[in-house]
């Protein structure tokens, strides 16, 4: 089946390390993102990338840095820059990234807990 | 602010109603686009109008748009139970390539 799969379900993680959100789409969509969802608020964008060895900045892209080395991969880590990561996050991928016509695509997300 | 805003926060109706959620925003758009979040799910796609379209159909969903009053509504007829979850309008500027606005949701409970 076509999806994009984000790993962990859950992640918890000690102030002051760094960690990493997978994202894994096999739909061959060249646009991929990356968004942070708070208790009671929309999606805000973190970084987006329209093609491979490519991304932009978001809106809250501090204390965060993605790659882009394959199509199908995204991750996002978290570094300890990020002074309150605790959050639902979620990966999309769509075809392009013009918007014109062409529909998000997310996973199920991962819930970042700092203890 | 470039983002939709959903109203109201907050919807609770009965099996075989129907439920009306209603998006503002701000600037001009190219499209506009409805989805669904189940809690703790990531989201799904419902629906996407263009700029230059006034209604649209799939289903139980009606959308429209009004440029104009820069609004747009979603329209779920004959609710269930299963449609409880978070919806969600976002935005689509021409003039921004990679950017999805989203708005905070209206929370959908549907009552049997």
């Known amino acids: 089946d076509g999806g994009i799969t984000q790993s962990p379900k859950y992640l918890f993680r000690k102030e002051g390390q760094n960690v990493t959100l997978s994202c894994e789409q096999n739909l061959n969509h060249d646009a991929m993102y990356w968004y942070r969802q708070d208790p009671g608020q929309g999606l805000r964008l973190i970084y987006y990338?329209?093609?491979?060895?490519?991304?932009q900045k978001g809106d809250i892209a501090e204390g965060y840095s993605v790659s882009r080395e394959k199509k199908e991969s995204f991750p996002l880590t978290v570094t300890s820059a990020q002074k309150n990561p605790t959050a639902f996050y979620l990966c999309?991928?769509?075809?392009?990234?013009?918007?014109?016509?062409?529909?998000?695509?997310f996973g199920q997300g991962t819930r970042l807990t700092v203890v | 602010s470039q983002q939709g805003e959903e109203d109201p926060q907050a919807l609770s109706i009965q099996e075989g109603e129907n439920a009306t959620m209603n998006c503002s925003y701000k600037?001009?758009?190219?499209?506009l686009q409805w989805y669904r979040q189940n809690s703790g799910r990531g989201l799904v796609h419902l629906i996407l109008i263009r700029s230059n379209e006034r209604e649209k159909h799939s289903g139980r969903l009606r959308v429209t748009l009004d440029t104009s009053k820069k609004s747009s509504s979603l329209l779920i007829t004959a609710s269930r139970a299963a449609d409880t979850a978070s919806y969600f309008c976002a935005v689509v500027r021409g003039s921004t390539l990679g950017r999805l606005y989203f708005g905070r949701g209206t929370q959908l409970t549907v009552w049997p």
């Open positions: 990338s329209q093609i491979v060895n490519d991304f």
């Open positions: 600037t001009s758009i190219n499209n």
């Open positions: 999309a991928s769509s075809k392009t990234g013009e918007w014109i016509s062409t529909e998000a695509f």
